[in-house]
């Protein structure tokens, strides 16, 4: 009758919330992670052979450096609208 009522009122687990949330946003960094891959393929990758040129290798080194970049940016962003969220509670 408990978990009726809960659900009459439109309340959620706060901890599932999180957990939803959190996987959620798991499933778009992975889709991110994809689009950024076939992006990098697309761009410096003209005709793959045995051996990588310097200018496809280095075309690749500079797309998986701004990825880290994105990366860190996200990361940390995120971490700081999480403490944020928790602070206000």
Not at 27 to 39: G, K, T
Not at 68 to 81: E, H, V
């Amino acid at each position: 009758m408990a978990d009726f009522d809960a659900a009459s009122k439109g309340s959620v687990d706060p901890e599932l919330q999180d957990f939803l949330m959190a996987e959620k946003q798991k499933a778009q960094l992975s889709a991110q992670i994809h689009e950024f891959n076939d992006i990098c393929w697309d761009k410096c990758m003209d005709k793959p052979g045995s051996k990588l040129d310097s200018r496809t290798e280095t075309c690749l080194n500079n797309c998986v450096n701004r990825f880290i970049d994105t990366s860190l940016f996200i990361t940390t962003r995120f971490a700081q609208t999480l403490q944020k969220s928790q602070s206000g509670m």
